[in-house]
């Protein structure tokens, strides 16, 4: 082997060696641990689940949970202050909403109700500011039945809705579905077949 050739190989092998200690460094510096601040009992209570949080455009995190004996509960957190838990009759009192925001500063929830063992999928809004009162639209029915389902805002605030549905009818044979709402108004779309399969309806949530 020629002196140039193991120049070249001890040169490569240096600049790896240095690259992984980079590398390693760098992995290191990743996982340092945080400063996180001391857990705050937000609850003040026991028995809960299911807490779900939604930021609006104001900088407000609002907080909603169940608590066993009292319902939904709610809390929010302005300038640094958390405010005491207080219970709301909200329209999915009982159920775990999904929260999420559009640009206008609306939240919108989507929940499955329990009906005869079948969960059916049911959505309303509310304006941010609003949110721990009664001024939330009426609630409405997207489909009789869904397993779990999914939903997300669009830049032009329309809402994409997926469901899986596992219970088979003559009009909506088991199967995964769409909808969305149109924006500026409050109409959404009837649901289209995106996948649909008997071996659906041995699905669970799980």
Known sequence: ??????????????VLSLSLK?????????TQPEDWSPPINLSLSGSTEGPVAVLDNTGIFHVVWLDEFSGAMYSTLTDGEWSAPVHVAFPFDGSTPRLVLDATDRIHAF????DNFEGILYYSSVNAKDFGSTQWSPTRQLSDTAVTFDVVVAQDNSLHLTYLRAIDSAQFPAGVYYLQKVPNFDRWTASVPLYQSPYLRLLTSE
Do not use: D, P, Y
Request: hydrophobic share 60%.
């Open 1 to 14: 082997m020629s002196q140039t050739s193991m120049k070249k190989i001890i040169f490569a092998l240096v």
């Open 22 to 30: 980079v590398g390693v460094l760098h992995v290191t510096a990743q």
């Open 111 to 114: 929940w499955l109700g329990i």
